[in-house]
């Protein structure tokens, strides 16, 4: 079936730790994204790549890092930097087009 | 910028009740709108979306919602709730200058009670 995967589903993570939150999606889609879910936020964007090789910040990049080295693949790095990483992580991706996004089943990251 | 705001941030209907879900959004161009619904610890579903064409949109699981340009507002309506329909409702907008990402709204908790 096709779809997008991220794992681990639970994280916990020691402060000062590097982490990083896997994303794989077999739809073939060009455009892939992270978002950051809190409690009463919504879902803000954390960064996104359109292209293999290229990608940009969304509204709350600082603390965080991505990759695309294949079109398949968009891992995300939370970094000691990042202040307060305790939330729900969603990585989606989409086509190049004015089409809606398809989402993985998230990432819950605790800070302990 | 494209953003959209929902109002309340919590809902309660009675199961067999409408449900009214609001949303409007603010852009300078025709926009792409959408709502997804989340259920607890899981991700987003797409329910419907709005590009062109017709205004009133319908999606699954008996929603739909009409874009209506004159009052900037894409609200999602379904006629009776259902038990199942309990979780988090988003309104969704493509973002002007962010590629193809999608910003969304705050959410809308969506209680059913028997």
């Known amino acids: 079936d096709g779809g997008i995967t991220q794992s681990p589903k639970y994280l916990f993570r020691k402060e000062g730790q590097n982490v990083t939150l896997s994303c794989e999606q077999n739809l073939n889609h060009d455009a892939m994204y992270w978002y950051r879910q809190d409690p009463g936020q919504g879902l803000r964007l954390i960064y996104y790549s359109q292209i293999v090789n290229d990608f940009q910040k969304g509204d709350i990049a600082e603390g965080y890092s991505v990759s695309r080295e294949k079109k398949e693949s968009f891992p995300l790095t939370v970094t000691s930097a990042q202040k307060n990483p305790t939330a729900f992580y969603l990585c989606?991706?989409?086509?190049?087009?004015?089409?809606?996004?398809?989402f993985g089943q998230g990432t819950r990251l605790t800070v302990v | 910028a494209q953003s959209v705001t929902q109002l309340g941030s919590h809902v309660s209907v009675s199961e067999g009740a409408l449900v009214l879900l609001r949303c409007n959004y603010s852009s300078s161009v025709p926009p792409y709108l959408f709502w997804y619904v989340q259920y607890p610890n899981q991700g987003l579903q797409l329910l419907l979306k709005y590009t062109t064409g017709a205004t009133l949109v319908k999606g699954i699981n008996g929603f739909e919602a009409e874009f209506k340009k004159s009052e900037t507002s894409f609200h999602l309506t379904k006629p009776s709730a259902h038990m199942s329909d309990a979780a988090e409702y988003f309104c969704?907008?493509?973002?002007?200058?962010?590629?193809?990402?999608?910003?969304f709204g705050k959410g809308t908790s969506l209680l059913v009670t028997p």
């Open positions: 969704a907008v493509r973002y002007s200058n962010s590629g193809y990402a999608l910003n």
């Open positions: 989606a991706s989409s086509t190049t087009g004015n089409t809606e996004a398809f």
